[in-house]
T-cell receptor
Framework: ETGVTQSPTHLIKTRGQQVTLRCSSQ?????VSWYQQALGQGPQFIFQ???????GRGNFPPRFSGLQFPNYSSELNVNALELDDSALYLC????????????FGSGTQLSVL | SQKIEQNSEALNIQEGKTATLTCNYT??????LQWYRQDPGRGPVFLLL?????KEKRKERLKVTFDTTLKQSLFHITASQPADSATYLC?????????????FGKGTLLTVNP
C-alpha cells in the first residue's frame, strides 16, 4: 500500500455538472501528478503540481484545473462534465526529482451520465 | 507522432515459465523508462526504472532491458506464479524540460495459469 489516499472512491455525475476530486500525498512528497485512465487504456497525464505551483500540463482543456495546498495535498476540478470524462482518475505523489518513481492512489472512478 | 506500444494486449503463460513483455516507442528520446503493475480497481504500482544509459536492471524475479537503438524495452518475469497475473504498464519520460511527465502504454494483461 502506498500512502496516497484519494476520495471519493466512486462518483456519479451528470453531464454539465462540476466535480472535485481529492488526494493526500505520501508523507515527505512535495509533488502530485494527476492522470486520467479510460477503460482499457494507460493513464494519461493531466498535470503536475510542485510546491503549490502547476509544473506541467498534458493535453487537457482548461476545464480541468487543480490546486495543491501547503501540506501538499491536492484537488482536481473538472467543470462542465462531458460523457467522455468518465474514467478512473489517479493521483500520484513523488519527491519531485527527475526519474522519481510515482506512488499512485487507488483512484476515483467517475461516471458521467 | 509520438507513440508507445505494448505489443500484446494479453499474454497467457503457464506457471513456472518466463513471461516476456515488450514495449516499443517512436519519436521519443527517453531519459528513463519505468514498468508498473496494475491490478483491477487499483492504481499502478512501481516495479522497476531503467535509465537511457543502462542496458539491464534486475530485481528478484524481474528483469528489464532497454535498447535505445531498437527503441525497445523488454520486461521479464522468471518462474512466473499465478499471483503475477495483472496488467503491466510501461511508461517513459522524455529527456529535457518535460521529464516530469510520464507517458504510459496501454498495458499488457498477463495471466499465469496454474
Amino acid at each position: 500500500e502506498t500512502g496516497v489516499t484519494q476520495s471519493p472512491t466512486h462518483l456519479i455525475k451528470t453531464r454539465g455538472q462540476q466535480v472535485t476530486l481529492r488526494c493526500s500525498s505520501q508523507s515527505g512528497h512535495n509533488t502530485v501528478s494527476w492522470y486520467q485512465q479510460a477503460l482499457g487504456q494507460g493513464p494519461q497525464f493531466i498535470f503536475q503540481y510542485y510546491r503549490e505551483e502547476e509544473n506541467g500540463r498534458g493535453n487537457f482543456p482548461p476545464r480541468f484545473s487543480g490546486l495543491q495546498f501547503p501540506n501538499y495535498s491536492s484537488e482536481l476540478n473538472v467543470n462542465a462534465l462531458e460523457l467522455d470524462d468518465s474514467a478512473l482518475y489517479l493521483c500520484a505523489s513523488s519527491s519531485g526529482g527527475s526519474g522519481e518513481k510515482l506512488f499512485f492512489g487507488s483512484g476515483t472512478q467517475l461516471s458521467v451520465l | 507522432s509520438q507513440k508507445i506500444e505494448q505489443n500484446s494486449e494479453a499474454l497467457n503463460i503457464q506457471e513456472g515459465k518466463t513471461a516476456t513483455l515488450t514495449c516499443n516507442y517512436t519519436n521519443y528520446s527517453p531519459a528513463y523508462l519505468q514498468w508498473y503493475r496494475q491490478d483491477p480497481g487499483r492504481g499502478p504500482v512501481f516495479l522497476l526504472l531503467i535509465r537511457e544509459n543502462e542496458k539491464e536492471k534486475r530485481k528478484e524475479r524481474l528483469k528489464v532491458t532497454f535498447d535505445t537503438t531498437l527503441k525497445q524495452s523488454l520486461f521479464h518475469i522468471t518462474a512466473s506464479q499465478p499471483a503475477d497475473s495483472a496488467t503491466y504498464l510501461c511508461a517513459l519520460a522524455n529527456s529535457g524540460g518535460s521529464n516530469y511527465k510520464l507517458t504510459f502504454g496501454k498495458g499488457t494483461l498477463l495471466t499465469v495459469n496454474p
